[in-house]
């Protein structure tokens, strides 16, 4: 398609973005929605300390293989984005989890959770 005029660019960028923004809203609620029926914010949180990935994948109840590897990273490089986790360094080679004021309120036995309401949308 061409664009005859800046206008007319102008009004199909914003359009473009709108449709982008949408779809990203979806994934960034369906990650979050996906960290809760992990549990991945309280496993971060029982293990008391930054967590490695590959600790974190060996604490998910789910089958631990290359892939799931590869998708957990996919999954927190999300949350991190979202400020639902932090990213810190745990030694020379590793990258760690922690949780952020956010993810604490996804704790199930907190007083201030949020899970129930997260789950319910």
């Not at 102008?10 to 609620?29: G, V």
């Not at 996906?34 to 914010?41: D, N, S, V």
């Not at 639902?84 to 952020?100: A, C, H, I, R, S």
Request: hydrophobic share 40%; glycine share 4%; proline share 2%.
């Amino acid at each position: 398609m061409t664009l005859p005029n800046d206008n007319m660019t102008r009004e199909m960028l914003a359009a473009q973005a709108h449709i982008w923004n949408h779809t990203f809203s979806y994934i960034n609620s369906m990650s979050l929605k996906c960290a809760i029926q992990l549990g991945i914010p309280h496993i971060i949180h029982s293990h008391g300390r930054a967590m490695t990935l590959s600790d974190l994948v060996d604490a998910l109840p789910i089958n631990n293989n290359a892939k799931t590897l590869y998708y957990i990273f996919r999954l927190m490089h999300i949350l991190i984005h979202g400020g639902f986790f932090n990213q810190t360094k745990v030694n020379d080679k590793e990258e760690g989890y922690l949780l952020t004021a956010a993810s604490c309120l996804l704790i199930k036995d907190e007083t201030l959770s949020q899970v129930h309401f997260v789950q319910r949308n």
